[in-house]
């Protein structure tokens, strides 16, 4: 019997020479804006809710969690494309203190008038030109996240600068745009980017996926030039740039985020910084889950503590 030829996916796009010069503006605008932090009870499984200002004086919400003693080490820990409707201490080393942004126009927390809250619609959000394109206010978004954290504990952060070692983790959306973020702070000392997408989008938008990917392919198939905004917020692209120890968690199954997608950021990090754990699967259950994520989580603790 006659195999089907394998099939062949789209070869990687070429950087934009600008590439480096459109992050480092993007990311000075965002370290520049002034926090102005607003603290107050309630939160999520008895969390401070704080409220932060970003880049286009947006103002956005995280939960804080502080350990009961001293404070060592500080995570940003952030979210996937449904927002956030639990905290989850898994990424958090003893006695660090752990922030949880959620991302411009995503629930629960950051609301924005006119910016849609579904992902199928988020994705869209602002393509028409790279300096709209909602996913590099998402990347402001967790610069301004480490900045408001700055403010509310009082200290730097960044062993680099002399302050407190930071990590920062990411499922999924969270994994994409900190592949995208982590570059251009150096406040960050370590991530660990679980199943990230956004990552080499010629190849991922031409696998069939239930996601956000999907609406985006769908928009290029018809409006072609749209790939002159995508190719600056490709996470493959921007992990190039990684130069801190990063966990990638790339699933070799996953019909949400095309595994090519993800396969794609673990390969781009420099091997000199890159710690690959591949899962089984993503966004869907699996035998086994539960033994690769408390491996993942155990691994990602240890790195953010720097163990």
Not at 123 to 137: D, F, P, Q, S, W
Not at 160 to 166: E, F, K, M, N, T
Not at 210 to 227: D, F, I, L, Q, T
């Amino acid at each position: 019997m006659s195999r089907l030829p394998a099939r062949t996916l789209p070869a990687p796009r070429p950087e934009p020479e600008d590439f480096d010069a459109f992050w480092g503006r993007l990311a000075a605008r965002a370290r520049s804006v002034e926090p102005q932090t607003l603290r107050s009870p309630g939160g999520l499984d008895g969390a401070e809710v704080v409220r932060f200002t970003s880049l286009d004086r947006l103002r956005l919400g995280g939960w804080l969690v502080l350990p009961e003693g001293e404070i060592s080490c500080a995570v940003i820990a952030a979210h996937g494309y449904g927002g956030r409707g639990a905290l989850d201490a898994r990424w958090a080393p003893a006695g660090a203190a752990v922030f949880y942004p959620v991302a411009r126009g995503l629930p629960a927390l950051s609301g924005v008038d006119g910016i849609p809250g579904s992902s199928r619609e988020h994705v869209l959000h602002g393509i028409g030109a790279r300096e709209t394109y909602v996913h590099g206010g998402c990347a402001a978004d967790v610069w301004c996240a480490v900045t408001a954290l700055e403010e509310v504990l009082g200290t730097a952060l960044g062993e680099s600068r002399g302050g407190l070692r930071l990590g920062y983790f990411g499922p999924s959306f969270g994994g994409g745009i900190g592949a995208m973020a982590v570059p251009w702070d150096d406040r960050i000392d370590a991530a660990s980017l679980y199943v990230p997408s956004f990552g080499a989008h010629a190849a991922r938008l031409a696998e069939p996926c239930v996601g956000s990917g999907a609406a985006v392919a769908s928009w290029v198939s018809m409006h072609p030039e749209a790939w002159a905004v995508l190719d600056y917020f490709d996470a493959a692209t921007a992990a190039r740039r990684l130069r801190v120890p990063t966990i990638v968690a790339p699933a070799a199954d996953d019909p949400s985020v095309p595994p090519v997608g993800q396969q794609s950021i673990a390969d781009a990090v420099p091997a000199e910084h890159r710690i690959v754990m591949p899962m089984t699967a993503g966004h869907r259950p699996y035998a086994g889950e539960v033994q690769e994520m408390e491996a993942y989580a155990r691994a990602t603790r240890d790195l953010f503590a720097g163990s």
